[in-house]
Each structure stands twice: as C-alpha cells, then as structure tokens.
C-alpha cells in the first residue's frame, strides 16, 4: 500500500487548509486511516485524528472543535480539514493506513506534508 499525502503550505493564524491521502496498492481496503504530525525540533509524532472504514472518527484534544477527518472509500483517500489553525499546529503531517489482512494488522506511512501556521 502507498500512501500520497498533499495540500500542506502556509497560511496566517486563524486561517484553513485541507490534506488529502490517497492510498494505492490497496486491493483489499483500508480499515483506519489517520493523521499525525511531527513538530519541527521533536522525535515524536503524535496523533491527530483517524477514522474506520466506516466513518467512525477519533480526535485529539487540542483539535477538536478545528479540525476534521473524512474518508472517501471509493477514492480511497481521506482528508483533514483544519480551521483556525494556530503556530502551535506547525508541523509535517503524515497519513497513516492500518489494514488487516491475513489475521494481522499492517501499517503504512505517506511521506509527509509540511503545515507552517505564522502569527
């Protein structure tokens, strides 16, 4: 499975952008996909938000309320649409894609979109 991330940029703080990810490879389908973020100087990615093949969504705190998840199944690409974006929310965001298959979980990672949020 590969995963094609796109729709990073620049924007002001209060400002909006949308990601998109589109899986390929996937004869099967995917069950969840997400969205993490690694900010600039950290190790860490962290989690962001995810949705299941049926459309059930998961959050993290610090954007809920601004950001959301959809997937489009048949397209098999999911996006996040986020609003009023803050610094804070700076980072590279990567998609992410768990399918199981075969009695266990696989996990697939997109390359990556930069987000930079500027007060």
């Known amino acids: 499975v590969q995963l094609q991330a796109s729709g990073g940029g620049l924007v002001l703080a209060g400002g909006s952008l949308s990601l998109s990810c589109t899986t390929s490879g996937n004869k099967f389908g995917v069950n969840l996909m997400s969205w993490y973020r690694q900010a600039p100087g950290t190790q860490q990615r962290e989690f962001i938000a995810s949705i299941t093949k049926n459309h059930r969504t998961n959050y993290r705190d610090s954007v809920k309320g601004r950001f959301a998840i959809s997937r489009d199944n048949a397209q098999n690409t999911v996006y996040l649409e986020m609003n009023s974006l803050k610094p804070e929310d700076t980072a590279v965001y990567y998609c992410?894609?768990?399918?199981?298959?075969?009695?266990?979980?696989?996990?697939?990672w997109g390359q990556g979109t930069l987000v930079t949020v500027s007060s």
């Open positions: 992410n894609a768990d399918q199981f298959l075969s009695g266990r979980w696989y996990e697939y």
